[in-house]
C-alpha cells in the first residue's frame, strides 16, 4: 500500500513540475511578433489593446525586438487611420539638401520590357517632385519583369526616361535586382547605406492604393535593417502619389507584407490567398 502511495505522489510531482514548466514557459520572439501582424491585419483598430499585451510579452523576451516592432506598429496604425496623400507631387517643407531621397517604385513592364502608362505616370510625379527639390536623389527601383525581354529592368527603363526628361544623371541612384516592394525596401536601403551614407530621409513615389503598403513595408525595412547594423535609421518623411483610379489594395495584404520582412514566406502566402487561421479576439 505504501509503495502505491510513493507513486501516487511522485506522479503527482511530476504532474506539477510539468505542468509549472508549461505554464511558464516562454513563446520566441518570432512568434509573437506574428501574432501582432496577425491581429492588427485582422481585426485592425479593434486590436490595439491586444497589440500593446503582445508588445508587453515580446519586451520580456527581447526588448530590442520590442522596441523595434513597438516603432513598426505604431507606425502601421497611424499610417493606416492617419495617412496623408499627396497626390502628383511632394509637399512643401521637406529638406532642400541632398540628405533626402526621393523613392519611386517600379511597376510591371510589358512584355516586350517597355513601361505601362501607370509607370510612366509615377515617373512624371517623381520628376515634378525631383525639379521642387533639386538637390534630393531620386532612387529607381525595381528589377526585370518583362516576360519576352530578359535584358531590361523596370529601374533602367525608369532611370533613362528621366534623364530623357531632363534630370540630371547624376541625382540617380538605382536598385535593379528586387522582384517586390519588400526586395524594393531591402535593397533600397543596402545602396543607401553603402554608398549615400549621408542620406536620412526619404519620400515614397508610387501610385496612390500603393502609398500605404508601399510606406509600411519601407518603414519596416529600414527599422530592422538599422538596427541589425547598428545603424542610424532612415525616416520616411512624406510621399507623392500617381492617380490610378484603382481600388485599394486588400488592407491584409500589408501583413503579408510584414511576414515576408519577418522571414515567413509562407505565412505570408497564406495571408494573401486569405487561408490563414484568423487569431480569436
Request: a negative charge.
Amino acid at each position: 500500500m505504501k509503495k502505491i502511495y510513493k507513486l501516487l505522489i511522485c506522479v503527482l510531482v511530476l504532474t506539477m513540475i510539468t505542468g509549472c514548466s508549461q505554464a511558464t514557459s516562454k513563446r520566441n520572439a518570432k512568434e509573437i511578433i506574428e501574432d501582432m501582424i496577425l491581429y492588427y491585419g485582422t481585426y485592425e483598430s479593434k486590436s490595439k489593446d491586444k497589440v500593446n499585451d503582445l508588445l508587453e510579452e515580446l519586451e520580456d523576451v527581447d526588448s530590442s525586438k520590442a522596441k523595434q516592432w513597438d516603432e513598426i506598429m505604431k507606425y502601421w496604425q497611424t499610417n493606416h487611420e492617419k495617412l496623408e496623400i499627396n497626390n502628383d507631387v511632394l509637399p512643401d517643407g521637406l529638406d532642400k539638401s541632398d540628405k533626402l531621397c526621393i523613392v519611386v517604385l517600379g511597376y510591371q513592364l510589358n512584355d516586350d520590357g517597355t513601361m505601362q502608362d501607370e509607370l510612366i505616370g509615377r515617373l512624371k510625379v517623381a520628376l515634378d517632385s525631383a525639379n521642387k527639390y533639386p538637390n534630393a536623389y531620386v532612387a529607381c527601383t525595381g528589377g526585370g519583369t518583362a516576360k519576352d525581354n530578359s535584358n531590361v529592368t523596370e529601374a533602367d527603363q525608369m532611370a533613362q526616361w528621366l534623364i530623357d526628361n531632363g534630370l540630371n544623371k547624376d541625382r540617380l541612384i538605382i536598385e535593379n535586382k528586387s522582384s517586390s516592394t519588400v526586395e524594393n525596401a531591402k535593397f533600397t536601403y543596402n545602396i543607401l547605406r553603402k554608398k549615400y551614407q549621408d542620406i536620412d530621409k526619404i519620400a515614397i513615389v508610387t501610385s496612390d492604393y500603393h502609398i500605404e503598403r508601399g510606406s509600411l513595408l519601407y518603414k519596416a525595412q529600414l527599422v530592422l535593417s538599422a538596427a541589425k547594423n547598428n545603424d542610424k535609421s532612415i525616416q520616411i518623411v512624406s510621399n507623392a502619389a500617381y492617380q490610378a483610379h484603382k481600388d485599394s489594395e486588400p488592407f491584409l495584404w500589408q501583413a503579408g507584407g510584414l511576414c515576408e520582412i519577418l522571414g515567413d514566406v509562407k505565412l505570408a502566402n497564406k495571408i494573401y490567398d486569405e487561408k490563414y487561421t484568423k487569431p480569436k479576439l
